[in-house]
């Protein structure tokens, strides 16, 4: 077991049964741009279950369904009505906790393989779904979370707006600095260690990937 | 691995992902019709009318009874002042009784009323005087077209510490409550309040300052004590309209 690993098994075992979550979902701003995030980042480190065969399997050409589902997860969290459920209930919570880990271990396992133009396609949906969200919430006159207070959604919204469009021209700039991006756009089979790697795993670990999959 | 098989499975990978991507949304959204919790309740209650628990409160009297019981109409007048508040309430149910079959011969008088339903805490300086407002209007307008046998006015507070029958009985005068149309009550214990507040689905948060923040709206009960419809605080209009329909169409 990698130190990766055992980082990221730690850091989704204190977010889920620890008291620390309830201090970091007792705020709006704590809850989408703390507890989901790191939630993801946890399931990346943890990455797919040791002994799985999902990479020979086939199950996720080009990294696509990875990608689909875990872009399903994070919209389904940015919904304010899942926010509140998760809030309340703690069947909920566990859900959301669950659902975020394996979108984690999604990406970790689809993100080299998508290729430049998946990535591309990946960031660039959820960042603007997540800067129009941070738009929305900065400007809606009520408050669209029942659990949450009105000050605390434009802190959200505020800091939704920033991180989406931070990643997003981070991620763009990258990506257009490389030569090989644009004209390598296949991803599976030929190499991608040249795509930008913003939150990518190492170059090791995709070699390993590569040669995995060949 | 063949080439035949790894199509397969990639078809498995995507439709796989497709099918777990649409449930999880709609889940969320409640089959892609909703995104808050708020328009989310308000749907499910006007597909699905939720029974109203009973459980026990206290009026601006200080007489504990059923939340929804219509204590106005059932105290007759005349009744003496003085009597403890057990016999009083036998006394009551036996001279409801009396009323009841003595007016036989003019059906549809005694009827239960429809009730317009809101939460607060008398504090509250921000949503609920606006709803003290709202329940101002609501109240001459029953009382200008005549229809206090058929819908009435209640208000919940859901602070138990503070809002003892004094508390209440000064809102109610703040605001001119008649008695007659809107009564106004506090739950006798916690378990009650929180009982009520899930059914009715109001979430009560700290506001950080002393006193709290809700999500106010005004809820029909129809007759036979069932939630049938949530409007918005600004629309007294609507949620009359949706009361005496629901008194219409009650047996």
Redesign the interface.
Known sequence: MTGQRLTGIAIALTLVLTPVRDVIVASMTGHMLVQIPLLLLAGFLIGAPPRTDMR??????GG???L??T???L???M????L??AV?SNSIAFLESG?LLVGGGLLHHSWQRAGALGQAFFIGNLTWMAAVAGLLLRDAPV????????RDQLYAGTGLLLIATAIGVRWFTTWLALPTARTNTRGDRSSSVDAPRCIGPTATHTSRVERATR | ?TTG??TW??A???G???V???L??S????GFA???????RTRRVQRAPVTVPTVSVRGSDGAVHDVLRDLPRDLPRDLPRDVPPDVRRDALTDSVRAERSSMSSTPGLLRPRAVIVDFVYTRCITVCGALGGVYQVLQREIEQRGLQDKVRLLTVSFDLEHDDPRSLAMYARVHRANAGIWSLVTPVTADARDQLLRTFGV?V?P??VGGW?H?AALHVVDPGGKLVRIVDITDGETALAVALTAWNAAP
């Not at chain 1, 408050?143 to 009105?150: A, D, E, K």
């Not at chain 2, 909703?34 to 989310?40: E, F, R």
């Open positions: 020979r399997s086939g199950l996720n050409p696509a369904p990875g689909l589902l872009a399903a997860v919209t389904t969290w919904v304010p009505r899942a509140d459920l309340t659902t408050r669209v979370c029942t659990t949450y207070l009105i | 691995m098989a790894r499975s990639g498995i990978g995507v796989t992902a497709l777990c991507s649409v999880l949304l889940w969320a959204t409640d909703v995104l808050t919790t708020d328009a989310a979430q948060v506001d950080g923040v999500n």
